[in-house]
């Protein structure tokens, strides 16, 4: 496509919707015209865009008449409308779980399978935010080594749950520092008859259990691991945590490889890989947090350790913003690199 494509970003009001915004703005996204697309309650909403304001507009399938990218910020709608948008000559780039494992439909790091965006046919789905962090510290000991064996715990930032639950941690701090009882309506799942305080807590529960007593988050990561890396015979064990963190997620990951590895091989990899930075130095007490990977686009990588028993296994721990690389930043980049390989 030589013009500017027509881009309409669905969910604009939400937590990842305001994200694409910014990242359009940021990163000079071209356009050359921009529908805000939202529920009903939203429409007429106001809201600037390079400095031009723009009226939020109620999201319906003749809304992507036209469109060339179609941005999809997450949750059920996109079922409805991505197929919709596609009818129309719509790409769209979807941040929900909807069509993830969808054998028609490629999942994309695009620093970690590129090359799937190719395969799409009108639908291109954004991994889980757990998965993409995970992947893209991974994918650099993958190339040197085949991966065996993952176990992961993650430590998920309230973001993850929307701009409902980043509201919900302010309030229970503030009523905590109040003495006042913290009152929880959204976490570990809304749909849920039971919510517990996220505030000065750990919510071991991300969506829903599965009849195999791993929730819906953790199977994800599972599955979505074995799809973008085109290898289904890695061991993956995952285990997803809520922590009271507004945004950015972290993890502890253990990883087997086929052939032992040497540490500084691991390290070099790791920090020549695109969107990934090392922050690994003990002396100074240099490692990935949360409070500090927030608004950055890299994810970061430490504690970068040999495992004490097993030869062939390597320790890390990393961090990156759940908003950003995590869902609106990585649909963006596949939004990039579709213009830069003239694939619209």
């Known amino acids: 496509m030589k013009k ?11 937590a990842v919707g305001q994200e694409f915004i910014r990242l359009i703005e940021e990163r000079k996204f071209p356009y050359s015209a921009l529908k805000l697309l939202a529920s ?12 031009v304001e723009y009226a939020v507009e109620e ?49 994309v790091v695009p620093e970690v399978n590129a090359a799937d965006i190719a395969l799409h046919k009108g639908i291109i789905a954004n991994p889980n935010c757990s998965t993409i ?31 409902e639950a980043i509201e919900e941690l302010r309030e229970e701090v503030s009523a905590y520092m109040r003495g006042e009882p913290m009152m929880p309506k959204i976490l570990p799942t809304k749909s849920l008859p ?40 890695i061991a993956v064990s995952p285990t997803t945590v809520r922590v009271p963190v507004f945004r950015s997620h972290a993890e502890a990951i253990y990883a087997e490889t086929v ?36 608004e950055k686009y890299d994810c970061y990588v430490g504690r970068i350790r040999k495992d004490l028993f097993n030869p062939k296994a390597v320790n890390l721990w990393v961090s990156g913003d ?4 995590g869902a609106a930043l990585n649909a963006l980049q596949i939004a990039e690199y579709m ?5 619209l």
Do not use: W
């Not at 179609?70 to 979807?94: H, M, N, T, Y």
């Not at 919510?203 to 890396?229: G, Q, R, W």
């Not at 759940?322 to 690389?325: A, G, L, V």
């Not at 213009?339 to 694939?343: D, E, I, V």
């Open 133 to 163: 962090i995970m992947l893209m510290a991974l994918k650099p000991i993958y190339d040197l080594s085949p991966i065996t064996k993952i176990v992961v715990s993650t430590y998920q930032a309230v973001s993850g749950a929307g701009k």
């Open 339 to 343: 213009l830069a390989h003239n694939m």
């Open 40 to 51: 009903a309650r939203s429409v007429g909403k106001k809201m600037a865009v390079n400095g």
């Open 259 to 294: 052939t032992a590895l040497n540490v500084e091989d691991i390290r070099n990899a790791i920090q020549q890989f695109p969107g990934v930075q090392v922050q690994d130095d003990l002396e100074h007490m240099q490692y990935p947090m949360p409070l500090y990977t927030s």
């Open 194 to 233: 039971v919510h517990y305080p996220i505030a000065f807590n750990l919510i071991p529960h991300i969506d829903v259990f599965l009849d195999n007593a791993y929730s819906k988050e953790e199977m994800k990561m599972v599955h979505e691991t074995h799809k973008i890396l085109h290898d289904h015979t």
């Open 59 to 107: 999201a319906t399938a003749a809304s992507f008449a036209g469109v060339d990218i179609g941005l999809f910020a997450g949750g059920s709608i996109s079922k409805v409308l991505a197929p919709e948008a596609v009818q129309r000559g719509c790409v769209v780039i979807d941040n929900s779980s909807a069509f993830r494992m969808d054998p028609q439909v490629p999942l």
């Open 4 to 14: 500017k494509p027509v881009v309409a970003i669905l969910g604009a009001t939400g």
């Open 322 to 325: 759940q908003i950003r690389k």
